[in-house]
């Protein structure tokens, strides 16, 4: 694995359409994920994504460690979404996970590509949660590998063993969300979101 | 289809963690994919790679500065490679920008703003100073060509880090 990615760094660097078509096909997700989380509109976040490409395309030949490619990516991504929120002035500069969520302009509208039930459940349940929870949870359920860990260390700005055990809370509140929802268990309002305080 | 793994999957200890992270990236993936036209974007991008310039880094942009005034006139932006330096303000009008910018050391130059969807050619004076009326918002970089005393360019020119203006 790691070689592969070595090896395509080099042969994008060097011109190969094929190798950046398949770093894009690895990492398109991350990229879009790290953009969404941050609470960034569709528009927004196609901005962001295609900026980052961009970058990566002018700095190939300075990646110094190819096996860092996720992490840099998420790393970039998070400093233009976070400068395009700003831009933005949705949101306070401390807390820019506190974004209005454009959800109007999400493309599909979940209703109708979400036709089984219990999925719909989960991603309202899964929009419940905290942005910071809902930003962690789609990093690393999209990638839960060692180096989508990495990765999602950087676009959160969280040290990486921390992301465990803050995954394991984040899937205990989003058990929570779905059973209140299907009036299991807790039956009143708010649900207690666990993110950790900050220290 | 009700077998025993579709049916509890929401039961409290039945459901591992990595069950229900596994059912949230399907989900994910259905209700918040990659629009196509974003991976397209992205492999498109890769026509950019060939250049020349000197790639000027960002080593100044007001949007980054800690304290933003209310009103203030617009994101003024600096791009730096070697003793080279491109300024460059940008106002938003409506949904378009625009452009005063300023080539340091002064001078003539070729200046084209790049985007993805197209291009724009301009011409700095013998002060350096060019404008663009109209660019749309957007993935952008600045290619500037200093032109010698005869008119023809002096070298490669530089080229500014890509920025979402």
């Known amino acids: 694995m790691r070689a592969d990615r070595d090896s395509l760094v080099a042969a994008a660097a060097a011109g190969d359409q094929g190798a950046w078509d398949a770093i894009v096909n690895r990492y398109a997700g991350l990229v879009w994920a790290v953009a969404r989380g941050l609470r960034l509109s569709a528009a927004d976040a196609a901005d962001v994504c295609q900026v980052t490409w961009l970058r990566l395309l002018e700095n190939l030949n300075r990646i110094q460690d190819p096996g860092a490619l996720g992490s840099w990516l998420a790393t970039t991504a998070r400093r233009e979404a976070i400068g395009t929120l700003r831009r933005r002035r949705e949101v306070p500069v401390a807390e820019p996970d506190r974004g209005d969520v454009a959800d109007e302009q999400q493309p599909p509208p979940w209703q109708a590509v979400l036709v089984r039930e219990r999925d719909q459940e989960l991603w309202q349940a899964f929009r419940r949660l905290s942005d910071r929870c809902q930003a962690l949870l789609r990093l690393l359920v999209l990638d839960p590998t060692e180096g989508g860990y990495a990765a999602a260390a950087a676009a959160l700005d969280m040290p990486v063993g921390s992301l465990g055990p803050t995954r394991a809370r984040c899937l205990a509140a989003l058990r929570r969300h779905l059973r209140a929802a299907r009036g299991k268990g807790e039956t009143t309002g708010e649900v207690a979101d666990d993110w950790p305080a900050r220290e | ?165």
């Open chain 2, 1 to 165: 289809m009700t077998g025993p793994l579709e049916n509890d999957w929401l039961d409290e200890d039945r459901l591992d963690e990595d069950r229900l992270a596994a059912e949230l990236a399907r989900v994910l993936s259905v209700a918040d994919p990659v629009p196509a036209a974003v991976v397209d974007a992205a492999r498109h991008s890769f026509g950019w790679r060939e250049l020349d310039a000197e790639l000027a880094k960002l080593v100044a942009d007001s949007r980054l500065a800690a304290a933003s005034v209310r009103g203030d006139p617009g994101r003024l932006l600096s791009f730096q490679a070697g003793d080279r330096t491109l300024e460059i303000e940008v106002t938003r009008l409506d949904d378009r920008l625009r452009i005063l910018g300023q080539v340091v050391p002064p001078g003539p130059a070729q200046v084209r703003a790049e985007q993805p969807a197209g291009t724009l050619d301009v011409t700095a004076d013998h002060l350096g100073r060019f404008t663009i009326d109209s660019l749309p918002p957007g993935p952008t970089r600045f290619f500037c060509l200093p032109l010698g005393p005869d008119g023809a360019p002096v070298d490669a020119g530089i080229v500014s880090e890509w920025q979402v203006l």
